[in-house]
């Protein structure tokens, strides 16, 4: 009964955040691309003004695409300023991702899901008990740590073992200050990054511009 239960809550969960991902993707397409590109400098400041930031050697990231807050600036940066640079494989018929050293986006080679990826070279491989500072994609982060994701689980199977910090970029007219539909899989960030604000969530420390 208690496993009937738990499965019914699990399908409850997703349904709301399949209207959810709907609902936000139509509000993210609808940011005109001056306002994206200024909103995302915004983001991009804040980061690179972060302690966690500055001291950390190693840098994981994703890769932006589409109307994602853009993560290309943050990666040439952390290269220019002498930081290793990790960014993401999917491996699909696995359902996980794979970090890999880059040291330049030209490396960079279109999946065939339309993602810019690295080569899957064995020297390059970044263990996941790496120390490091890593930056996660969502379509929508709540002041609670949690993150809705595409629906892939990719990042929250990543994360499972990642015991460093874990920064949600994210715009903040996409901000929930309601909590987000979670399941028990679902990992929460350590931080929560908008143009306006760096967050903790679970702690008093917030700053504003």
Not at 35 to 59: A, P
Not at 71 to 91: D, E, F, G, W
Not at 97 to 114: H, N, P, T
């Amino acid at each position: 009964m208690q496993q009937l239960k738990t499965r019914t809550k699990s399908l409850q969960i997703e349904e709301q955040k399949i209207e959810l991902r709907k609902n936000l993707r139509l509000s993210r397409s609808l940011l005109d691309e001056e306002t994206r590109k200024r909103v995302d400098n915004g983001v991009f400041q804040n980061l690179i003004s972060m302690f966690e930031f500055k001291g950390c050697g190693y840098l994981l990231t994703y890769v932006s695409g589409g109307a994602e807050v853009d993560t290309r600036a943050i990666i040439s940066y952390a290269l220019q300023h002498n930081k290793t640079v990790a960014v993401p494989r999917c491996i699909p018929s696995e359902n996980k991702l794979e970090f890999y050293r880059i040291e330049s986006l030209d490396e960079l080679k279109q999946s065939r899901f339309g993602l810019l990826e690295p080569d899957a070279d064995p020297d390059k491989k970044v263990e996941k008990s790496l120390c490091g500072l890593c930056l996660v994609p969502g379509l929508s982060f709540d002041r609670f740590g949690n993150r809705l994701g595409y629906g892939g689980g990719y990042y929250d199977r990543y994360l499972e073992r990642f015991s460093s910090v874990t920064i949600g970029l994210c715009r903040s007219h996409l901000l929930s200050e309601e909590k987000l539909p979670c399941d028990f899989h679902d990992k929460e960030v350590t931080l929560i990054l908008t143009e306006r604000e760096i967050s903790c969530p679970g702690c008093s420390m917030q700053q504003c511009n």
